[in-house]
């Protein structure tokens, strides 16, 4: 158990819906990243956000949008959603030092139908 | 694209056996990190080498570094059934304001036969 908790464990919706994924970092992490694993583009780094701010973007549609909250948890908004966007999205968390060890949380399975 | 890539896409070996995965990649990084993942389940890490280092060890575990070569491996000692799963390099290239984020490789997937 890496200590990153992530809901819902699965979700099946339809094309042009928009659901919310959720991430409780590690007990003390004030980083947290997401990453989205299909079968077409591996494993790709979405978003970071350090203590409440966006810290660095990656490979983030614009149908997409997170944000960290006070007590750290994030969120991870999908809109518009179409069939590609079926994936596995992992959230990972470090703390502020480096080394940057990342501890995976268990993911949330899409489903776009 | 994707930063780091494994060598071999799959490696099928008997139990007791040891396995070896390769990782190349295209710029200078900070440190390179193994992960391990059972089917369509979260990453687990393994184990996290610096560019200083070369080699570094835990359990059955032994890394090493090249960055003149920019590439890693990994080999696991006498493997077990349950060694059966994907394995990850991911390296941390970022400075600056944008640390942190991994790029990952394919994956190799490892598959041990009792």
């Known amino acids: 158990d890496s200590g990153v908790t992530q809901t819902p464990k699965h979700l099946i919706t339809a094309t042009g819906q928009r659901v919310t994924l959720r991430c409780s970092p590690r007990s003390g992490d004030l980083s947290v990243y997401w990453y989205q694993q299909s079968l077409d583009q591996g494993l790709q780094f979405l978003i970071q956000?350090?203590?409440?701010?966006?810290?660095a973007k990656g490979n983030i549609l614009e149908r997409f949008s997170a944000q960290q909250f006070p007590d750290l948890h994030s969120e991870l908004n999908l809109s518009s959603l179409e069939l590609g966007d079926s994936a596995l999205y992992f959230c990972a968390s470090s703390s502020s030092g480096a080394p940057n060890e990342q501890f995976f949380g268990p993911g949330t399975r899409l489903t776009v139908l | 694209s994707q930063q780091g890539e494994e060598d071999p896409q799959a490696l099928s070996i008997q139990e007791g056996e040891n396995a070896t995965m390769n990782c190349s990649y295209k710029?200078?990084?900070?440190?390179l990190q193994w992960y391990r993942q059972n089917s369509g389940r979260g990453l687990v890490h393994l184990i996290l080498i610096r560019s200083n280092e070369r080699e570094k060890h835990s359990g059955r575990l032994r890394v090493t570094l090249d960055t003149s070569k920019k590439s890693s491996s990994l080999l696991i000692t006498a493997s077990r059934a349950a060694d059966t799963a994907s394995y990850f390099c991911a390296t941390d290239t970022d400075r600056g304001s944008t640390l942190g984020r991994l790029y990952f490789g394919r994956g190799t997937q490892l598959t041990v036969w009792p």
């Open positions: 710029t200078s990084i900070n440190n």
């Open positions: 956000y350090y203590n409440g701010e966006e810290r």
